[in-house]
């Protein structure tokens, strides 16, 4: 059951409470901290990491920052990280990136990343899974065969990376991720 968009009563003084109300206060309660949740990081939140040779992407806001893209050229900045802001113990149940392809035969993976906070480069905690090679917008989709949970000292990123060998460009836009807490 869902609270309604106004008062179910009102209540005077010393009156009995219905069980409808007192259900339907426990589950909103309840639902905030346990039950599949998405997170959704936009397009301008994903930092680009420089490639060996590139001079690093810029944010395409061509059409607007309400429809803001990373575009990725093989040669220049070829990976996107998206922070994930969840608190300690958060548990990942899934991931994804929503990409367009620009170039018939190219293709991007996606990934999940763990950086500890003692140590210089990060861990692969899943991925990569790669796109199809259509020229078309694509969601590239993940779950995880068991929940991640999420470790104190630690960042974590959705990765984004072109891997197409046309030299065509990746438009990456907004990742998510599935999670629930215990």
């Given at each position: 059951?869902?609270?309604?968009?106004?008062r179910?009563?009102?209540?005077?003084?010393?009156?009995?409470?219905?069980?409808?109300?007192?259900?339907?206060?426990q589950?909103?309660?309840?639902?905030?901290?346990?039950?599949?949740?998405?997170?959704?990081?936009?397009?301008?939140?994903?930092?680009?990491?420089?490639?060996?040779?590139g001079?690093g992407?810029?944010l395409?806001?061509?059409?607007?920052?309400?429809?803001?893209?990373?575009r990725?050229?093989?040669?220049?900045?070829?990976?996107?990280?998206y922070?994930?802001?969840?608190?300690?113990?958060t548990?990942?149940?899934?991931?994804?990136?929503?990409?367009e392809?620009?170039?018939?035969?190219?293709?991007?993976?996606?990934?999940?990343?763990?950086?500890?906070?003692t140590?210089?480069?990060?861990v692969?905690?899943?991925?990569?899974?790669?796109?199809?090679?259509?020229?078309?917008?694509?969601?590239v989709?993940v779950?995880?065969?068991?929940?991640?949970?999420?470790?104190?000292?630690?960042?974590?990123?959705?990765?984004?990376?072109?891997?197409?060998?046309?030299?065509?460009?990746?438009?990456?836009?907004c990742?998510?991720?599935?999670?629930?807490?215990?």
């Amino acid at each position: 059951m869902a609270l309604p968009t106004s008062r179910d009563i009102t209540l005077a003084s010393k009156t009995v409470i219905p069980s409808t109300l007192l259900n339907n206060i426990q589950d909103m309660i309840v639902g905030r901290k346990h039950g599949l949740q998405t997170l959704v990081i936009p397009t301008p939140a994903a930092m680009a990491e420089r490639g060996a040779t590139g001079s690093g992407s810029a944010l395409d806001t061509e059409f607007g920052i309400g429809d803001a893209r990373w575009r990725l050229a093989a040669g220049d900045a070829t990976t996107l990280a998206y922070p994930i802001m969840l608190p300690v113990g958060t548990r990942i149940i899934a991931y994804s990136v929503h990409g367009e392809v620009l170039t018939d035969g190219d293709d991007f993976d996606v990934g999940l990343r763990r950086q500890p906070g003692t140590s210089t480069s990060g861990v692969v905690v899943d991925g990569p899974t790669t796109s199809p090679t259509t020229v078309a917008l694509h969601k590239v989709e993940v779950t995880l065969g068991a929940p991640h949970v999420m470790l104190a000292d630690n960042g974590y990123t959705v990765t984004c990376r072109i891997v197409g060998s046309n030299s065509g460009d990746i438009r990456a836009r907004c990742a998510t991720v599935d999670y629930d807490r215990p």
